[in-house]
C-alpha cells in the first residue's frame, strides 16, 4: 500500500536554529512529490516539486532534496513567520493522468522569537 | 496566479440538512479535487473529476455526492449531514498530465463545516 510518513510530528526552533522536516515515502512508482506549507484555517499553499532523486529546489530559507526513499525540507535561519504545518504529498502509478495526490499528515513548526 | 475560491469560509448546519459546498478555479484545470481534512488524519479524498460530468470516488465518498456541470467549477454535496461529517473541506485543482508526469494541484482556502 502507498505510504506518506512525517516526522517529527511537532518542532519548536529559536529563530535561526536551523533544522530540518522529514517526508518518508513508499509508493510504487514516483512520479513527483509535493511541499505544501498550510497556515491555521487556510489551505494549503504549494512551495516544490521534485521528481527525481537527486533532486533540490530552494525557495528563500527553505531547501527541499528528494532521495529514493525520502525527501526533506531544509529550514535555514528561520523567523517566526515561517511557522505553520507543512505538508508532504506523492503521486504515484505508472498508469492513469488523474493526478491523485497521498498525503502526509504533516510537521507543525513553531519558531520562536 | 492559480485562484481557487470556496463559496463558504464557514458554515454551521444542523443533522440531517442537505449541504452544498461550491468551489471555482479560474485556470482552466481539467482535474478537481474534493478533501476533507482532520486532525491527525491528513488530507483525504472524498471525490475527484477529471472533466465535466465526470466523477470518481476518492479513499471516504460515503455520505457524499458531486456534481460538475462547467469545467471551472465543482460543488460537493452532504445529502444528509451528520455529526461526523463536521470537517475541514478543501477543494483543489489541477492540470491533467500525461501518464508518467506529474503535476501539482492549487488548493482553496476551505470551508470549516459544523454540523450539530
Known amino acids: 500500500e502507498d505510504q506518506v510518513t512525517q516526522s517529527p510530528e511537532a518542532l519548536r526552533l529559536q529563530e535561526g536554529e536551523s533544522s530540518s522536516l522529514n517526508c518518508s515515502y513508499t509508493v510504487s512508482g514516483l512520479r513527483g512529490l509535493f511541499w505544501y506549507r498550510q497556515d491555521p484555517g487556510k489551505g494549503p499553499e504549494f512551495l516544490f516539486t521534485l521528481y527525481s532523486a537527486g533532486e533540490e529546489k530552494e525557495k528563500e530559507r527553505l531547501k527541499a532534496t528528494l532521495t529514493k526513499k525520502e525527501s526533506f525540507l531544509h529550514i535555514t535561519a528561520p523567523k517566526p513567520e515561517d511557522s505553520a504545518t507543512y505538508l508532504c504529498?506523492?503521486?504515484?502509478?505508472?498508469?492513469?493522468?488523474?493526478?491523485?495526490?497521498?498525503f502526509g499528515t504533516g510537521t507543525l513548526l513553531a519558531v520562536q522569537p | 496566479d492559480v485562484k481557487v475560491t470556496q463559496s463558504s469560509r464557514y458554515l454551521v448546519k444542523r443533522t440531517g440538512e442537505k449541504v452544498f459546498l461550491e468551489c471555482v478555479q479560474d485556470?482552466?484545470?481539467?482535474?478537481m479535487f474534493w478533501y476533507r481534512q482532520d486532525p491527525g488524519l491528513g488530507l483525504r479524498l472524498i471525490y475527484f473529476s477529471y472533466d465535466v460530468k465526470m466523477k470518481e470516488k476518492g479513499d471516504i465518498p460515503e455520505g457524499y455526492s458531486v456534481s460538475r456541470e462547467k469545467k471551472e467549477r465543482f460543488s460537493l454535496i452532504l445529502e444528509s449531514a451528520s455529526t461526523n461529517q463536521t470537517s475541514m473541506y478543501l477543494c483543489a485543482s489541477s492540470l491533467i498530465v500525461p501518464s508518467g508526469s506529474s503535476y501539482e494541484q492549487y488548493f482553496g482556502p476551505g470551508t470549516r463545516l459544523t454540523v450539530t
Open positions: 504529498a506523492v503521486q504515484a502509478g505508472y498508469g492513469g493522468a488523474t493526478n491523485k495526490l497521498i
Open positions: 485556470m482552466d484545470h481539467e482535474n
